[in-house]
């Protein structure tokens, strides 16, 4: 199954910036989810979305990050005023359909660095 | 706290060895359990584990799942310089409905193949 494409692969901002991070999906699909990967550490789930609804969100999801599908096709996430620790990969992923409903299909991911 | 182990956390084999990878799992509500090979950047998936002691197979690839033992593995025959990645596994935890199924990944077990 395709999985989702990211936009942009990589970003560099200063610190105290916002930064969007698009997920694109290929065809239409109603549950989306975010992670992220600090430099040589574990996956972690941040948040995951459904029928435009935020409906579970982990203790690393506070106040500075928000995600909405603005236009009904496009799925961002937004991080206000980046922290340096905010540096890391964030993959957008879907879940799949059918008999693979339970498996989620991560992106190529958004390399974001903070300076 | 959830929590998903795994080891070891690197190994280093010849190319044509065989190797075995370990998860255990700690997850309230667990449901499933996924591996993931990663390369470059993005997890891709390999196996969704649902039921215990059934074994899934694609190509010189196969894993089983424990349930009894909270655990699965992953064996790799014939290894090739191309198996060379981090292997994820993730828990799925019971599906409530409204995509609140944010996995939970272990650090990864990095596999390095020697020609």
Known sequence: ?115 | EDKVVQSPLSLVVHEGDTVTLNCSYEVTNFRSLLWYKQEKKAPTFLFMLTSSGIEKKSGRLSSILDKKELSSILNITATQTGDSAIYLCAAIPMYSGGGADGLTFGKGTHLIIQP
């Open chain 1, 1 to 115: 199954e395709p999985e989702v494409t990211q936009t942009p692969s990589h970003q560099v901002t200063q610190m105290g910036q916002e930064v969007i991070l698009r997920c694109v999906p290929i065809s239409n699909h109603l549950y989306f989810y975010w992670y992220r990967q600090i430099l040589g550490q574990k996956v972690e789930f941040l948040v995951s979305f459904y029928n435009n609804e935020i409906s579970e969100k982990s203790e690393i999801f506070d106040d500075q990050f928000s995600v909405e599908r603005p236009d009904g096709s496009n799925f961002t996430l937004k991080i206000r005023s980046t922290k340096l620790e905010d540096s890391a990969m964030y993959f957008c992923a879907r879940r799949g359909r059918g008999a693979s409903q339970e498996t989620q299909y991560f992106g190529p991911g958004t390399r974001l660095l903070v300076l």
